[in-house]
């Protein structure tokens, strides 16, 4: 079955920038997309079709896809952005999330 | 607006089955497939499977064959998603979650992603 790996934990420093990886084979091959989700909360989409942000989202979220990696940016990073992040793609009309990473925000 | 509104929490003994249900509001609920997700405590989103709300087809993960099924009731706009033969690791909150893909397209096909997730229903598996 078709897996996807992300680091169990980015941290980063306010103001900076965090970049979360979402590795997978020939994943550039696929369409990917990224979920946060803070403590408690539903998963909410940031990130759709590799690089587009859903209405909403803060233009310091961007996304890209090549290759073997799926990389979600963020920019100027803000305390609020501290939140679990899951990459998703699909694998003959299954649905496959990564493990997830916990973005700290220090 | 769109929105999932879920069933309550529920306590289950091992080796029973629960039923959990995602109300949908604000949209064409035939329109749309419905995923289902879980999230175990402290871990990561894990897929069930998906109904086609208009046909009322189902795929489903694997892991989950024989013991998970999908159905919903078009004129109350309510999915469900049945679980039988429940284990203490079946212990998680389960979401309902909309494709955000129109239904006439293959699923996964134009990569929108899921748009909209329900509110979570905590499911515990205890003797």
């Known amino acids: 079955s078709y897996e996807l790996t992300q680091p169990p934990s980015v941290s980063v420093s306010p103001g900076q920038t965090a970049s979360i990886t979402c590795s997978g084979d020939?994943?550039?091959?696929?369409?990917a997309c990224w979920y946060r989700q803070k403590p408690g909360q539903s998963p909410v989409l940031v990130i759709y079709?590799?690089?587009k942000r859903p209405s909403g989202i803060p233009e310091r979220f961007s996304g890209s896809n090549s290759g073997n990696t799926a990389t979600l940016t963020i920019s100027g990073t803000q305390a609020m952005d501290e939140a679990d992040y899951y990459c998703?793609?699909?694998?003959?009309?299954?649905?496959?999330f990564g493990g997830g990473t916990k973005l700290t925000v220090l | 607006q769109v929105q999932l509104v879920q069933s309550g929490a529920e306590v289950k003994k091992p080796g029973a089955s629960v039923k959990v249900s995602c109300k949908a509001s604000g949209y064409t609920f035939n329109g749309y497939h419905m995923y289902w997700v879980r999230q175990a405590p402290g871990q990561g989103l894990e897929w069930m499977g998906w109904i086609n709300t208009n046909s009322g087809g189902t795929k489903y993960a694997q892991r989950f064959q024989g013991r998970v099924t999908m159905t919903r009731d078009t004129s109350i706009k309510t999915a469900y998603m049945e679980l039988s033969r429940l284990r203490s690791d079946d212990t998680a909150v389960y979401y309902c979650?909309?494709?955000?893909?129109?239904?006439?397209?293959?699923?996964?096909?134009?990569?929108?992603?899921?748009?909209?997730w329900g509110q979570g229903t905590l499911v515990t598996v205890s003797s």
């Open positions: 020939r994943l550039g091959k696929r369409y």
């Open positions: 979650a909309r494709d955000a893909e129109d239904l006439v397209v293959v699923v996964g096909e134009t990569g929108l992603g899921i748009d909209y």
């Open positions: 079709k590799d690089s």
């Open positions: 998703q793609a699909w694998d003959s009309s299954t649905v496959v």
